[in-house]
Nanobody, 121 residues
Framework: QVQLVESGGGLVQAGGSLRLSCAPS????????MGWFRRAPGKEREFVAV????????YYADSVKGRFTVSRDNAKNTVYLQMNSLKPEDTAVYYC??????????????WGQGTQVTVTS
């Protein structure tokens, strides 16, 4: 399993933007699809976005489609989640995950510790 580290979370007003990053602490995961998930207070963890290993195919949850963009730079061994037009309901701990494809978290073998995103109204 790969150890993943997220960064870039913080406090932002509604309508603002944040960019999350995810990088492995050890070996490269450039051949792995990568996903983003989130857990809001009192809720189950849910799928946000996923990108294939080449960066040529992406898939989003309906709740973030058109506002969030997932991308990757395999040369830098980093995956990004650009979040625009943030809403208070986007407030959650955001996790990156490796090794799976799709929206089912059980398909992903490696996870980060998460980074907090708080959106104020």
């Amino acid at each position: 399993q790969v150890q993943l580290v997220e960064s870039g979370g913080g406090l932002v007003q509604a309508g603002g933007s944040l960019r999350l990053s995810c990088a492995p602490s050890g070996r490269s995961y450039s051949v792995s699809a990568m996903g983003w998930f989130r857990r809001a207070p009192g809720k189950e963890r849910e799928f946000v976005a996923v990108i294939n290993w080449r960066g040529t195919s992406t898939y989003y949850a309906d709740s973030v489609k058109g506002r969030f963009t997932v991308s990757r730079d395999n040369a830098k061994n980093t995956v990004y989640l650009q979040m625009n037009s943030l809403k208070p309901e986007d407030t959650a701990v955001y996790y990156c995950a490796a090794g799976g494809w799709g929206s089912n978290e059980r398909d992903f073998a490696s996870w980060g510790q998460g980074t907090q995103v708080t959106v104020t109204s």
